[in-house]
């Protein structure tokens, strides 16, 4: 019976090796054949490439007006004094904790008299209550408070005038109604 297994299974590969064998084809004589018909056909024309015609340069003159490669400064339109000429913030200044959040992300929830100081509440996103007074800094724009009421606390930002420099903008936190 083994004998009979042996001989079975090297009848199967006698025929697997005939039968791959038999499906390649040693010459590649139709390939050779495209090759050779590629290469003699006749070749195309390629068009040349244009030409390309010089610009033609301008001299620009200024004639006393205002150079269009310099940052015009919207104060010398108004003939007056810039609002924010040397205004900037102290990036020296170490920061306080409440720069961190944006102005409209903070809430006034009440108001604090200690040792004749005025002192404001202020609620974070994350319900941690602050306590400031007027000198204090709030927001992500150099805010600091000039006044704190019953109502709101009034600050004065210090913002980028989209020029290079800055300028100040008043701002206020109203009280949050329940």
């Known amino acids: 019976m083994r004998l009979y297994q042996k001989i079975k299974l090297f009848a199967v590969c006698l025929m697997a090796v005939y039968l791959l064998t038999g499906c390649a084809d040693r010459g590649m004589h139709d390939l050779k054949g495209y ?3 590629v290469k003699s056909r006749k070749a195309g024309h390629i068009e040349p ?6 610009i033609e340069t301008f001299a620009y003159i200024s004639d006393g007006r205002r ?20 205004l900037s913030p102290d990036f020296n200044r170490r920061k306080e904790e409440l720069e961190s959040y ?21 609620q974070t996103q994350e ?8 000198g ?15 109502t709101q606390i ?13 300028r100040e903008r008043q701002a206020s936190l109203a009280l949050a109604g329940e």
């Open 154 to 166: 009034e600050l004065t930002e210090i913002i980028p005038d989209g020029q290079g420099g800055y």
């Open 136 to 150: 204090n800094y709030l927001g992500t724009n150099h805010g600091q408070i000039t006044q704190i009421s019953e």
């Open 49 to 54: 490439l244009p030409e390309i015609k010089p």
């Open 127 to 134: 319900r941690t209550i602050h306590r400031v007074r007027t």
């Open 102 to 122: 944006p102005l409209d992300s903070l809430r006034m929830v009440g108001l604090l008299e200690q040792l004749g100081v005025t002192w404001a509440l202020v």
């Open 67 to 86: 150079s269009p490669f310099v940052a015009q400064d919207q104060n010398e339109e108004s003939g007056g004094q810039a609002e924010g000429v040397g």
């Open 35 to 37: 090759v050779d018909e």
